[in-house]
């Protein structure tokens, strides 16, 4: 039974992350509209490949939540440039549109906007890794 009750808030959570991921694409699709430039598509992109350097990482690691090592005090420097490069990619996706701004090449609407979706897409994928790569290793203690 509690399996199921577990399945279930899997469910709501995997469609809750899918809703919110649609939302901002669609506002990050809908900061283009007003104008005839699609700069802003740019970011979808960059967030779509920030969370690739983490995946990799941990998989090169061997996934566990501290990584080859069993001492918390060291780190597996695998991780930390996954982390590092995740990072650059996250803080490039809200510099894209004020630089965008900044430079008139797009309006305060499509900026606002166009951050507002990208850290919804952003954090739909932080959801996701939390949801399904902590229940994996979670599972693979049993």
Request: charged share 15%.
């Amino acid at each position: 039974m509690a399996n199921n009750m577990r399945g279930v808030t899997e469910n709501k959570n995997t469609n809750n992350s899918a809703a919110l991921l649609s939302v901002g694409v669609l506002l990050v699709i809908l900061s283009c509209t007003n104008l005839t430039k699609f700069l802003p598509l740019l970011v979808i992109l960059t967030y779509f490949i920030a969370p690739i350097p983490n995946f990799i990482a941990r998989r090169l690691v061997g996934g566990g939540s501290k990584g080859e090592f069993e001492d918390e005090e060291e780190v597996s420097t695998t991780r930390e440039y996954g982390n590092f490069i995740t990072g650059i990619l996250f803080v490039t996706g809200i510099a894209i549109p004020l630089v965008l701004l900044h430079s008139d090449m797009i309006n305060v609407l499509s900026t606002i906007l166009s951050l507002i979706g990208g850290l919804m897409i952003f954090c739909s994928f932080l959801i996701y890794a939390k949801l399904f790569l902590n229940s994996n290793s979670d599972n693979e203690g049993l």
